[in-house]
């Protein structure tokens, strides 16, 4: 089974979820620390044979198309400082953690969304390899729920195909659509006004089929076809990210978490039950 994690999205469920911060040796660890204790409660959950994670870039393709696409406000020079704090955990954790414990497939492509990751790794999973779950909260991933399974950890619920259909009366390739019509506030994608993404899907289903949200969506072609580019995925030009085997050495793997979780304080992730949870991971994905 392939796991596929959006690791924005994991960082940030972990980047205030500890009061002021967690620190070691002067460095803030909140997010090292959430994320490498997401990682082994998945792994468990979940038992994986291989993990992919995706990453979003500092640039955004989608900016060409439409320059106000998730344009942020200013930020003081307390808030900018405090979001560098946290920033510098994500790089630690791509560039640095993973590797180090032998994931290879880690995975951020200049100009694109980890969602666009996403998309081409599971379109282009063999499905005979076994089931997908991505791990995120985005509902534009429904999209793509005709290959994979949605798993939210803050909500520590599942999405599938049929739960989806049974609720919007859609097929999930016509998810893009729903949002080219409702918009992203957000992302900054300017939808029709007063259309949600229930009243899009009831157009699409054809239960909507008169009145004025009908008639609205009807006549707001224009707005359809300037935000699909923005929201279908995966976006034009995205490269197909390549798996491979992780490299993480059986005999060598405690060695290594251990010297991460000593080097940045994480004494509770060095207990019993954790370590066993890690050797199993490493066993797994060796196979």
């Not at 990453?55 to 942020?72: A, G, T």
Request: proline fraction near 4%; aromatic fraction near 12%; charged fraction near 25%.
């Amino acid at each position: 089974m392939l796991l596929v994690l959006d690791c924005n999205y994991i960082c940030w469920c972990h980047a205030y979820a500890i009061g002021q911060g967690l620190s070691f040796a002067g460095q803030r660890t909140e997010v090292i620390y959430g994320f490498l204790k997401q990682l082994l409660y998945l792994s468990e959950k979940f038992e994986p044979n291989q993990i992919a994670f995706c990453w979003d870039s500092v640039e955004n393709k989608r900016k060409e198309l439409s320059p106000d696409y998730k344009k942020k406000s200013p930020l003081s020079s307390e808030e900018a400082e405090a979001l560098n704090l946290i920033f510098d955990q994500f790089e630690q954790l791509r560039k640095d953690i993973l590797p180090y414990l032998g994931f290879v497939n880690v995975f951020r492509v200049t100009g694109y969304e980890a969602d666009d990751l996403m998309a081409k790794l599971v379109m282009n999973y063999k499905k005979e390899n076994g089931p997908v779950i991505i791990v995120s909260r985005d509902k534009d991933l429904y999209q793509l729920l005709d290959y994979c399974t949605l798993y939210s950890v803050t909500g520590r619920q599942t999405t599938t195909k049929e739960e989806f259909v049974k609720k919007y009366n859609i097929e999930p390739s016509q998810w893009a659509e729903v949002k080219a019509m409702a918009g992203c506030s957000s992302d900054k994608v300017k939808g029709i006004f007063g259309i949600g993404d229930k009243t899009a899907a009831g157009y699409l289903a054809k239960t909507i089929n008169k009145g004025k949200a009908f008639l609205k969506i009807k006549d707001s072609q224009a707005i359809i076809d300037k935000n699909l580019p923005l929201v279908k995925l995966p976006f034009e030009g995205t490269p197909t990210p390549k798996l491979k085997k992780d490299n993480i050495p059986r005999g060598e793997s405690y060695g290594l978490w251990k010297e991460v979780c000593k080097h940045y304080g994480l004494s509770s992730l060095m207990d019993t039950e954790s370590v066993e949870i890690w050797k199993t991971l490493v066993k797994k994905l060796s196979e």
